[in-house]
């Protein structure tokens, strides 16, 4: 099973950068072959070029806008919008740039090449200040780094010992 883990989130930007920061974290623990970790900062179009390579699983790693409090992680199974069945304007509006895209665009887009996998799980943090600039993590999103790995190691073992049912 190839499964990849992909950091997402802007370093500058405080909270923002969770992603980055579990991607960086889990660097250090060993997958089994098949598990690739990367960070793809705010250019959502490195996702979409990594899984031409071909997966079986992805899980993105990101701040996520909820009605939570700071530090709350969560666990989204994301529905993915099939582009082919929007007009050609909404297409254009949603598509447009590719450089400063969010991970949903992102995954519009694999999902229109074919290349998005047959599962996907977001790991989202809540931030503290989604306006936030400077280089560190809120006190909360910080704590939640490791909730967050252990969730992303939990959900990788899984998939790789088959408790994860097919989609």
Excluded: Y
């Amino acid at each position: 099973m190839r499964i990849l883990v992909a950091g997402v989130g802007n370093v500058l930007r405080a909270d923002d950068g969770f992603g980055v920061q579990v991607a960086r974290r889990l660097e250090d623990h060993v997958f089994p072959e098949g598990v690739r970790v990367i960070e793809t900062g705010i250019g959502g179009i490195a996702l979409v070029q990594e899984l031409q390579e071909g997966w079986d699983a992805l899980v993105v790693v990101d701040t996520v806008d909820l009605d939570r409090p700071p530090g709350h992680v969560v666990l989204i199974d994301p529905d993915v919008v099939d582009v082919h069945t929007l007009s050609w304007a909404d297409r254009h509006d949603l598509l447009a740039d590719m450089h400063l895209t969010t991970p949903d665009r992102a995954l519009m887009l694999a999902k229109a090449l074919g290349v998005l996998p047959p599962r996907v799980l977001e790991v989202g943090c809540i931030p503290e200040d989604p306006h936030a600039v400077g280089e560190t993590l809120s006190g909360p999103v910080l704590a939640a780094v490791d909730v967050a790995v252990a969730e992303i190691i939990r959900h990788v073992d899984e998939l790789i010992s088959g408790e994860v049912p097919a989609a």
